[in-house]
């Protein structure tokens, strides 16, 4: 079985064919699911189609989307969690992503550091999203987080280097299409450096479609060439890697 750490499931590129979409998945092995928030109403709308298919679901605020954030950041989760008919699995997708700027740093940071306090105190994981901002992401990570805390950096495209950085902190990577890119040599290199315990897979669709779909639309499904890529890189068969990334995302996500 493999567990699918990060989709976006509830986004609107799947509403005609959800249903024929998860099926593909179940049939590619995929036993669990977590399709993420972005926003309140997108955290919301996780939630109905979790709920609706049988999947998890996580609540967050991307950094994209700090500038809209509620002032008051664990009210609305409280107020948002007591109404879902299901808990969410995670906090996230919270974090800095420098490379758009939708929202002003200040903004990014102020949103990321309440969401990290708020999955302190109510003892939820965290999925974070990072692009060119390490520094400020470590920086926030080295005042905000605690040993006690469980976290994933998904989408990691970062080097060696960062990786060790990150499991400093005992993140899990999440590793996901882009792995499988001609050019991603140094992601290459630090799966290959990082190994089987601190790596789990992911999707991120409708987004960014592993060879041989890239540039088409992503789906839970096609996390195999993924698997496929990681195995290779780690000189291991992929059930073995299917099991211990299913192993490393449960110990990620496991209520606490
Ligand atoms: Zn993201
Ligand atoms: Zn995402």
Known sequence: MIFETHAHVHDAAFDADRENVLQRARDAGIGRIVTVGCDLRDSRRACEVAQQYGLEWSIGIHPHEAKDAPLDVPAAFDRAIAAAPSPPLAVGEAGLDYYYRHSVPEAQQTVM????????????????????????????????????????????????????????????????????????????????????????????????????????????????????????????????????????????FRRS
């Open 113 to 252: 550091r309440a969401q990290i306090r708020y999955a302190r105190a109510r003892k939820f994981p965290v999925i974070f999203h990072h692009r060119d901002a390490f520094e400020d992401f470590v920086r926030i990570l080295t005042e905000e987080w605690d040993g006690e805390m469980r976290g994933v950096v998904h989408c990691f495209t970062g080097n060696a280097a960062e990786a060790t950085e990150l499991a400093a902190f005992g993140l899990w990577l999440g590793i996901g299409g882009i792995v499988t890119f001609k050019n991603a040599r140094a992601l290459q290199e630090a799966v290959g450096g990082a190994g089987l315990g601190r790596i789990v897979l992911e999707t991120d669709c409708p987004y960014l479609a592993p060879v041989p779909q890239r540039g088409r639309r992503n789906e839970p499904a096609y996390i195999v060439h993924t698997l496929e890529t990681v195995a290779r890189l780690l000189g291991a068969p992929p059930a073995d890697v299917a099991r211990a990334t299913h192993e490393n995302a449960e110990q990620l």
